[in-house]
């Protein structure tokens, strides 16, 4: 009978400390790093006091945590909109966000868990389609730095006004219809024609000016030629001819293969070798 009061007792004991122990695990909640909590009181209703990393104690039944990332994270928001000469502009931007820790009470009163995508792609939308109609498509290209920052600049401002926090706005694709693609190719290959027109223009040109140079030089030796005779007569030309003669005999008194007939005799002499 002891040893049954004893057995009982235990039991009870340990009924006790598993009773009180579920009731203080119950009472216990975590928030893990880079995490923040929002307390919902069923009394009260959505507490203003955002709830910092760690573990914290709460009225079981009553009180309930929400637990929000307030770490940064990417997402990707696709658009079509219209540029300012009416093409067509298919526009993505990939937005790194984070909630803003003091604004998490109303941003869980007025949007939700899901407020990402309650707000971003609706104030990317308005952003986007107001910025990209101030520019021609051309300008999309070449002026994309000033597009990115001025979506970056007046995409911030909207959303902090939901207690988001945009730390990087960047622009990862950027295309046109296909008629525009195709008009663009055919005005890229209009230019690389027009520019080799122009490089055979000027390479007749420059071949012109040789030729007219070249006749010039050849007039001014002419004349020269002409006045060299004016001057010594025939004398020049004579000796133009005697300097050709020497040349010759040079050249025929290396060859082998030349016979020598003197003057007046009909039989040939092989020079020595």
Do not use: C
Not at 73 to 98: E, H, Y
Not at 106 to 117: F, N, V
Not at 132 to 154: C, K, N, P, W, Y
């Amino acid at each position: 009978m002891a040893a049954a009061q004893v057995f009982n007792t235990l039991g009870k004991i340990g009924l006790g400390v598993a009773l009180a122990g579920g009731i203080v695990n119950s009472a216990l909640f975590n928030v893990d790093g880079g995490h923040r909590a929002v307390i919902f009181d069923r009394f009260a209703g959505v507490r203003q006091e955002v709830v910092g990393e760690g573990t914290h104690f709460m009225i079981p039944w009553v009180q309930n945590p929400i637990i929000y990332d307030i770490r940064a994270r990417p997402k990707n928001v696709p658009t079509v909109t219209g540029s300012k000469d009416l093409q067509n502009v298919n526009i993505t931007l990939r937005i790194l966000f984070r909630p803003r820790p003091d604004a998490l009470p109303g941003i869980y009163t007025t949007l939700g868990q899901d407020y990402d995508d309650r707000v971003l792609p609706s104030i990317t939308n308005e952003v986007l389609k107001a910025v990209v109609a101030e520019f021609d498509a051309g300008e999309l290209i070449t002026q994309r730095e000033t597009v990115s920052m001025r979506v970056h600049t007046e995409l911030t401002s909207r959303a902090s006004q939901f207690g988001l926090i945009l730390d990087d706005i960047s622009i990862t694709h950027l295309t046109f219809a296909k008629e525009f693609s195709a008009a663009v190719e055919l005005k890229q290959v209009a230019q690389q024609e027009a520019e080799k027109a122009r490089f055979l223009v000027e390479k007749a040109e420059q071949v012109k000016t040789a030729s007219v140079i070249s006749a010039e030089g050849d007039t001014e030796a002419a004349e020269l030629l002409a006045s060299a005779f004016a001057h010594a007569g025939e004398g020049l030309i004579e000796l133009r001819r005697i300097e050709t003669a020497e040349e010759i005999a040079s050249h025929l008194s290396q060859s082998r293969s030349v016979v020598y007939l003197p003057q007046g005799q009909q039989t040939l002499l092989s020079l020595p070798q």
